[in-house]
T-cell receptor
């Protein structure tokens, strides 16, 4: 089954304690990205990756890191989480970055993070 | 600057009636438009899309209309069902100018039985 998986689905942590949210896709997609969803703000892109070893900042990258060492995996790293990073996070993948059906993104189930 | 706007945060519709969700965009480089549907505790799922060479695309109860001159698109759901209650995101992207996918803030649709 074609899918994007994320782990963990729920996470409660404390300020400053490093954490990683994993993301994996089995569709051989080139493009992967991370979003956060907050009430009234919709989906905002954090980071994206065009391919292995190619990552770039999205709209709200502050406080986050990513890596793309393998095509299928795109982990999101919070080196020192703060309460304003409490949010719902989604990983997504697509064949291409832009335009047409190739740019249609497939989303993971989400990770709900609470930073105390 | 918000390139994709969904000005109605919420919408309530009676079961069996038509739901119309609206979306406006500002970037003339956009040439492909999508609607995503999101249930609580799940990721957004692709619903329907339209290319800028068309002005209408249908898929069962869902129809998307595109008015390029007004930079406006809408999603019609007919007839609306309680299972359609969800948040709907409008999104746009473009081949031209390497324009990546941009999402609106979403509209929460409630279909009342």
């Amino acid at each position: 089954e074609a899918q994007v998986t994320q782990n963990p689905r729920y996470l409660i942590t404390v300020t400053g304690k490093k954490l990683t949210v994993t993301c994996s896709q089995n569709m051989n997609h080139e493009y992967m990205s991370w979003y956060r969803q907050d009430p009234g703000l919709g989906l905002r892109q954090i980071y994206y990756s065009m391919n292995v070893e190619a990552t770039d900042k999205g709209d709200v990258p502050e406080g986050y890191k990513v890596s793309r060492k393998e095509k299928r995996n795109f982990p999101l790293i919070l080196e020192s989480p703060s309460p304003n990073q409490t949010s719902l996070y989604f990983c997504a993948s697509s064949l291409t970055r832009t335009g047409g059906r190739g740019g249609t993104q497939y989303f993971g189930p989400g990770t709900r993070l609470l930073v105390l | 600057d918000q390139q994709v706007k969904q000005n109605s945060p919420s919408l309530s519709v009676q079961e069996g009636r038509i739901s119309i969700l609206n979306c406006d965009y500002t970037n003339s480089m956009f040439d492909y438009f999508l609607w995503y549907k999101k249930y609580p505790a799940e990721g957004p799922t692709f619903l329907i899309s339209i290319s800028s060479i068309k002005d209408k695309n249908e898929d069962g109860r869902f129809t998307v209309f595109l008015n390029k001159s007004a930079k406006h698109l809408s999603l019609h759901i007919v007839p609306s069902q309680p299972g359609d209650s969800a948040v709907y995101f409008c999104a746009a992207s473009g081949f031209s100018g390497n324009t990546p996918l941009v999402f609106g803030k979403g509209t929460r649709l409630s279909v009342i039985a």
